[in-house]
C-alpha cells in the first residue's frame, strides 16, 4: 500500500492568489473615478470629475495626398484646441447656470475664469476617419470639476463673443 504525501505548496500558491485577488478587488478607489476609455461619443461630463470636449475638424481641400490633408486637419484644431475647450465649457456651464436662454454674453470676458481648467487637461485620444478629418478628445479631469464648474457667476451681458485664446 503506497500513501501520497500531501503537497502543501500548490495549495499555498492557490490560497496567496485567491488572497491577492480579494484584496486587491476590495481596495477603494483612489480621489478621481475611472473614466470609461471607450466612451468617446458624449460631449460634456462623463463623471462629475471629468469633462470631455471632442473636436472634429475636416481637412483642407487644397491638399491632395492624404498626409497633407491630415495634417491640415490636425494642425488645425492643435492651434485652436484651448478656445474650441473655453467655449464648450462656458457652453455648459451657461445651459445650467442661467434661466433666460436668449441672454447675450461676453465670453471674452468669462474666459479668464475657465482658462485654468486647461492645465487640468489632456488629450486622451486622437484619430482620423475615412473623409481624413481629425477627431480629438479632450478630457480635463479634476476632482470636483463639475461643482467648480456651476459655482462660477455668470451675468448677463450685451455682446456674445466667442473666445479666441492663442
Do not use: W
Request: aromatic content about 14%; hydrophobic content about 35%; glycine content about 2%.
Amino acid at each position: 500500500m503506497e500513501i501520497k504525501k500531501f503537497n502543501s505548496y500548490g495549495h499555498v500558491r492557490y490560497l496567496f492568489f485567491l488572497s491577492m485577488f480579494l484584496f486587491l478587488s476590495c481596495t477603494a478607489p483612489g480621489i478621481l473615478e475611472k473614466v470609461n476609455q471607450a466612451d468617446i461619443t458624449k460631449n460634456g461630463f462623463i463623471n462629475d470629475n471629468c469633462f470631455q470636449v471632442i473636436v472634429k475638424e475636416p481637412p483642407d481641400n487644397r491638399f491632395q495626398s492624404l498626409v497633407e490633408r491630415r495634417e491640415s486637419a490636425y494642425f488645425k484644431v492643435k492651434e485652436n484646441l484651448a478656445s474650441i475647450v473655453i467655449n464648450k465649457i462656458i457652453d455648459y456651464t451657461l445651459s445650467y447656470t442661467i434661466k433666460n436662454k436668449d441672454s447675450k454674453f461676453n465670453r471674452t470676458e468669462y474666459s479668464h475664469s475657465f482658462r485654468h481648467f486647461l492645465s487640468y487637461g489632456t488629450i486622451a485620444e486622437e484619430f482620423y476617419e475615412e473623409d481624413d478629418s481629425v477627431v480629438i478628445i479632450y478630457r480635463i479631469t479634476k476632482k470636483n470639476l463639475k461643482n467648480e464648474l456651476l459655482s462660477i457667476e455668470m451675468k448677463n451681458d450685451l455682446k456674445n463673443n466667442s473666445v479666441d485664446i492663442k
